[in-house]
């Protein structure tokens, strides 16, 4: 199949004649950066997760969606708008009845008034409630919570934490805000200050004065080495939770059970050096983890799951296009698509679902700078 440039407006023809069994096919929706390219924003496309064949459908115009997210419900799309001079904030988007299309866009800004210049600067990951947004600010370093209207779309900032009064010392960068399996908690991961916290989390509406985010606590702290924690992932049974380190390059296998985390293994992912791991999932059957790295052998580590103890065994490592970010498997398992910001495209590989391991496929999609993959329903 012919490679697809995102930015032309017309449609090679081969593509017309692509038929997708309904069951097969996916919506697939990817965040970019547009500063400095031809990226309009965020791109929809399908594609089918039995042969891998993709078809882009539309696109929406946001400037530097960097990553986004789904309701649970999957009505609305959700992203950041990744700045740190003034123009930062988050999306919402209407996802149309075929999932085609994305309207109705919302701005707001992450950072409320009067406070400092960089507060909420560089948003950079976002979660989505059925009552809120929550955004993990970078180099603001701290965090904020939208409320949405009776449509879902954003409503107002109805809570604004920064961790830089509270916790002196190094300078805080919030990267990933992950709810637990069991919704009482958020976990947020705070790359500055080398730990991970923990937040009670108020599923109702709030009230006028009442925090969405409250009882703050360290739930685990690397205290040895710089390691800088930047996402995480849990178990497919909710009893483990795995942390990558951007700038150490392990893997942290964490025990979980009611809020609580204890550090259970450490082992290194990163082959290269490169103080750049990014992303980390957990294949659908729950026997992998995959991790990606940049800066230095760009690429995906890969390890097996002990289904008893949590722990990890590491079994490969693949090779990918430059500056992997994030990546994403497909429902069924048999395809693992990276977005490799600047190679300019997404890699698909297909996944061995008895070895884990990873073949890349011929196929590949041109895209100025994609930085997020996010798998919806089928039509």
Do not use: W
């Not at 390219?37 to 399908?46: A, D, E, L, Q, V």
């Not at 530097?64 to 740190?84: C, I, Q």
């Not at 360290?218 to 795995?242: C, E, N, W």
């Not at 008895?354 to 089928?378: N, R, W």
Request: hydrophobic letters at 35%; aromatic letters at 10%.
């Amino acid at each position: 199949m012919k490679k697809l440039r995102t930015f032309l407006t017309i449609v090679f023809a081969p593509l017309t004649f692509i038929t997708f069994a309904q069951d097969k096919n996916l919506m697939m929706y990817i965040g970019t950066y547009t500063e400095g390219g031809n990226s309009k924003g965020i791109y929809t496309y399908h594609f089918n997760q039995e042969n891998g064949i993709f078809e882009l459908l539309s696109s929406a115009t946001a400037a530097n969606p960097s990553f986004v997210t789904l309701s649970p419900d999957g009505k609305h799309l959700y992203a950041v708008s990744e700045y740190n001079d003034g123009r930062q904030g988050a999306y919402s988007f209407d996802v149309s009845e075929d999932k085609v299309q994305l309207s109705n866009p919302v701005f707001l800004p992450t950072a409320p008034k009067k406070v400092l210049p960089r507060a909420g600067a560089d948003p950079c990951h976002i979660v989505a409630y059925s009552k809120y947004v929550i955004t993990a600010n970078y180099t603001g370093g701290d965090i904020s919570v939208f409320s949405l209207d009776a449509t879902g779309r954003l409503q107002t900032e109805v809570q604004y934490i920064s961790f830089v009064e509270a916790l002196h010392g190094s300078a805080s960068h919030i990267h990933c805000i992950i709810p637990t399996p069991e919704k009482r908690y958020v976990l947020v991961t705070n790359l500055g200050k080398n730990c991970v916290y923990r937040f009670r989390y108020k599923a109702r509406k709030a009230l006028k004065g009442v925090k969405v985010l409250s009882d703050m606590k360290v739930a685990y702290r690397i205290s040895d080495t710089i390691q800088g924690p930047r996402h995480l992932t849990f178990s497919k049974d909710g009893r483990f939770a795995y942390l990558i380190n951007e700038l150490g390059g392990e893997c942290v296998v964490l025990s979980y059970r009611k809020g609580k985390l204890k550090e259970i293994q450490r082992i290194m992912a990163d082959e290269g050096g490169g103080r750049g791991s990014a992303d980390i999932h957990i294949s659908p059957d729950g026997r992998f983890l995959y991790t990606s790295h940049r800066l230095k052998k760009d690429g995906i580590a890969i390890f097996a799951i002990d289904p008893k103890k949590g722990s990890l065994t590491k079994i490969g490592y693949q090779h990918t296009g430059i500056h992997p970010r994030n990546f994403a498997i497909t429902p069924n398992g048999k395809y693992l698509l990276v977005a490799c910001r600047d190679d300019n495209k997404i890699q698909v590989f297909e996944r061995n679902e008895a070895t884990g391991e990873l073949t890349e496929t011929p196929e590949e999609i041109e895209i100025d700078k994609p930085t997020c993959i996010v798998f919806g329903k089928s039509n």
